[in-house]
């Protein structure tokens, strides 16, 4: 059940119009500010919608509070995300009330219609939020204003969830790729996450390397059954703190999941990993490359290739082809 299509309306840095989607693989590139993490945590929050808890759209942007809006222009009524798969369809509509308080400021309501069947996402963001695990989620659902959104706090609960004995056949096919660049698999010990190595070390989260605990909460992931056929994937720069050499790794990484029915949206600002991904792609795998991208208006729109070389606007490569001109 693979999303196909984003529809926006006066929503964030956006321009009204449509995102379509690969069921497969789609690699989102941009320059900063052109709105690349709130796309993915605004799929999220549609995907996490639920009946009982229509709150959760907005707990992915800490909307919660008065004057939070994603609306670009707060002067029309409605900010809109649409979010369709291949047979549903569910979609946020935020309506700014009239009325504002004695302080000027204006509340917003949210109306929501929810997917039939719930999608299985899973958000994997560019903080590192492992380290911190231990007493975390109590605090969160203690305070009200806790400084971390739903996206982040659903990485450390769904990090958490009991490992299989045994890998799962989708894991089967990921963890040989990961567990040498770790030189370990990982453990949970109260509430706490570690990098048991191959020689038997125990080694603390807070205590080992960003890249290693980039690639530790994915094996989490495949081998708890976070991720399984049928879930959607949403990965913020994979790159982040990783060393060059192990993103051909990554790439393998992402195309051998998507070719196993996880659809993924990960946004990179590596040449390194979008062009592995390209030149790794076989000929049947799916693979959308999208650049977003501002024009004289302010606004952000979407282009959208098969091949990254193909990308007009293209600030990754303009960027390293001005260093090759440099050098």
Excluded at 174 to 191: F, M, S, T, V
Excluded at 298 to 305: A, I, M, P, R, S
Aim: aromatic share 8%; charged share 25%; net charge neutral.
């Amino acid at each position: 059940m693979a999303l196909r299509k984003i529809h926006m309306e006066n929503f964030s840095v956006f321009s009204d119009g449509n995102i379509a989607l690969s069921p497969n693989l789609n690699v989102f590139i941009g320059a900063n500010g052109t709105g690349k993490t709130q796309l993915l945590k605004a799929v999220y929050g549609c995907c996490e919608l639920t009946t009982n808890h229509r709150e959760n759209f907005q707990a992915c942007f800490q909307l919660n509070a008065k004057n939070k809006s994603l609306a670009r222009d707060k002067k029309r009524k409605v900010c809109h995300f649409s979010l369709s798969s291949m047979d549903q369809e569910a979609q946020i509509i935020t309506h700014h009330l009239l009325a504002s308080d004695d302080a000027g400021v204006q509340n917003v309501s949210y109306e929501n219609s929810l997917f039939t069947k719930k999608i299985n996402a899973v958000y994997l963001p560019v903080k590192d939020m492992l380290t911190h695990s231990r007493g975390l989620l109590a605090m969160a659902h203690k305070y009200n204003d806790f400084p971390f959104d739903k996206t982040l706090l659903d990485s450390i609960e769904c990090a958490g969830r009991w490992g299989l004995k045994k890998p799962s056949e989708l894991a089967k096919q990921i963890l040989p790729l990961l567990e040498p660049l770790i030189n370990g698999i990982i453990a949970i010990d109260n509430d706490e996450f570690y990098i048991i190595k191959k020689n038997g070390q125990k080694i603390n989260f807070e205590l080992e390397a960003e890249g290693f605990k980039k690639i530790g909460i994915l094996w989490q992931f495949l081998m708890n059954e976070t991720i399984t056929e049928n879930t959607v994937l949403l990965w913020d720069e994979p790159e982040a703190n990783l060393n060059s050499e192990f993103l051909p790794v990554i790439a393998d990484c992402l195309l051998a999941l998507s070719r196993q029915k996880v659809q993924i949206l990960i946004s990179t600002h590596s040449y390194i990993l979008a062009k592995y991904i390209e030149i790794r792609a076989k000929e049947n795998d799916k693979v959308l490359f999208h650049s977003l991208y501002k024009k004289n208006d302010g606004l952000v729109y979407d282009e959208q290739k098969r091949k990254f070389s193909d990308l007009q606007n293209n600030t990754i490569v303009t960027a390293f082809e001005a260093l090759m001109d440099e050098v």
